[in-house]
């Protein structure tokens, strides 16, 4: 069964200072990767997602995610955190071959101190 | 074009009640998957919907149901409310069986009392 670690609930960084925010996947292939943020009281919004190829990925809001499959991680960072980006993350992940399996890790919940 | 939408924002329930929760996907989007995200909690994933067909239930009791209409709206339905019902329920949409990237409306805050 794929699973989703995300070993930080909660993480503090001074605002312009760079964010990594961790995930680990237990999954017996290469997956779709995805990072979600929601804001408190909103649904999640995609943040970005690999699928596959170039193993860096650019999401919007500055965001981006590096898949190490040697390590079955896919962080996400960020070189320079805006007090805005204070919202809890989620990653997730798919299998390739069966859409609506999404598992989600507990998220982590960035504050951004100023 | 319009996002996921969710209806009611917010519901309010006694327990015993049925709940009844709406969601529209994303105009072309087949898939639609429901949620519930209690209070420090992850997301606990509930059902998915495609094509009018029940395709994947989570680990919920039977109280749990739902159904799509052919419009691609679906609704989820909780019988018998209890109080640990109380969560936000949030609904997301795919353009189908080989798109994984979900898209997520506002979700129903449930609160039970």
């Known amino acids: 069964a794929q699973s989703v670690t995300q070993p930080d609930i909660h993480i503090t960084v001074s605002e312009g200072a760079s964010l990594e925010l961790r995930c680990n996947y237990s999954?017996?292939?290469?997956?779709?990767l995805f990072w979600y943020v929601q804001s408190p009281g909103q649904g999640l919004q995609l943040l970005l997602k690999?699928?596959?190829?170039?193993?860096l990925v650019q999401g919007i809001k500055g965001f981006e995610a590096e898949f190490k499959r040697s390590q079955s991680s896919f962080n996400l960072r960020k070189p320079s955190v805006h007090w805005s980006d204070a919202a809890e993350y989620f990653c997730a992940v798919a299998p390739i071959t069966n859409a609506g399996k999404s598992t989600f890790g507990d998220g982590t919940t960035l504050t951004v101190k100023p | 074009e319009a996002g996921v939408t969710q209806s009611p924002t917010h519901l309010i329930k006694t327990r015993g009640q049925q709940a009844t929760l709406r969601c529209s996907p994303i105009?072309?989007?087949?898939?639609v998957y429901w949620y519930q995200q209690a209070l420090g909690l992850g997301l606990q994933f509930l059902l998915w919907y495609d094509e009018g067909e029940e395709r994947n239930r989570g680990n919920f009791p039977p109280r749990f149901s739902g159904r799509q209409f052919p419009n691609y709206s679906s609704e989820l339905n909780v019988n018998a409310l209890e109080l640990e019902d109380s969560a936000l329920y949030l609904c997301?949409?795919?353009?189908?069986?080989?798109?994984?990237?979900?898209?997520f409306g506002p979700g129903t805050r449930l609160l039970v009392l």
């Open positions: 999954y017996g292939a290469t997956p779709y």
């Open positions: 105009s072309g989007h087949t898939s």
């Open positions: 690999y699928f596959s190829g170039d193993t």
């Open positions: 997301a949409s795919s353009p189908g069986t080989t798109q994984e990237t979900q898209y």
